[in-house]
């Protein structure tokens, strides 16, 4: 009977040891779960990168609002307009095969558009009333545009201080030369949608830039609580 009250015993502590390791476990693991979502929410936000992000997706709105606007201003069979082919429109395309040649892609090709909102503004004062919704829409766009090109250079030298800072592609913009009515509106239009496909690939990369970054420090905070609970 007596070895028998021994094993009883034996379990029963075995049984607090087990217990207690298991507590000890859930409560490192809620203190991990908590110090990684209190740091993800002060790292991972108000960065120069979660703000670029932001305009970035105003940008991508405001975009979609002024096509569809341009559209409504150009009157009768304006749809068309955005298929036709026209040179010298920037790439909407990222380039670059590493995070910093793409960021420098992306700076380069906002300043490469700038010049051709000034130049569709120019255009459509002359076609539309100075009350015309169409004209303060790209003026609002434009200027949004220039903010996000200095977001995005102050994070590419945020990222990647030790390389030179990022410039706009080489030479002069190519602008088309004196244009009729209906060119001017093909190349208004055709502008206005390679931007708007721009901004749509600019969102990709930032937020893919963002998860990868966060991914990674999640992952780090949670071995670090982990070892300092």
Known sequence: MSGHVKTVKSLLHLMESTTTLLV?????????TRTVDADKNQQCGGTTLQQTLKLGRLLQNLSMDLIRTYKSSQGEMSEPFC???VSNVPNPNISGLDPSE?????????????????????QQTDLQPPTSPLLSKLTAVSAHSGNLASLVKDLYQERFPNL???EPEGGPTA????QNVFQQ???????LKSYKEFLSNVCRELRTLKGSECH???RMLRVNALFHF
Do not use: D, N, Q, W
């Open 175 to 178: 602008l088309p030369p004196a």
């Open 24 to 32: 000890f476990l859930l409560l490192a693991t809620v203190a991990s």
């Open 164 to 166: 030179p800072a990022p």
């Open 83 to 85: 298929k036709v082919p």
């Open 185 to 191: 509106k093909v190349y208004g239009c055709v502008v």
């Open 216 to 218: 990674s420090r999640v």
């Open 102 to 122: 793409r960021m420098a892609s992306i700076y380069a090709r906002l300043r490469a558009f700038l010049p051709h909102f000034r130049r569709v503004y120019e």
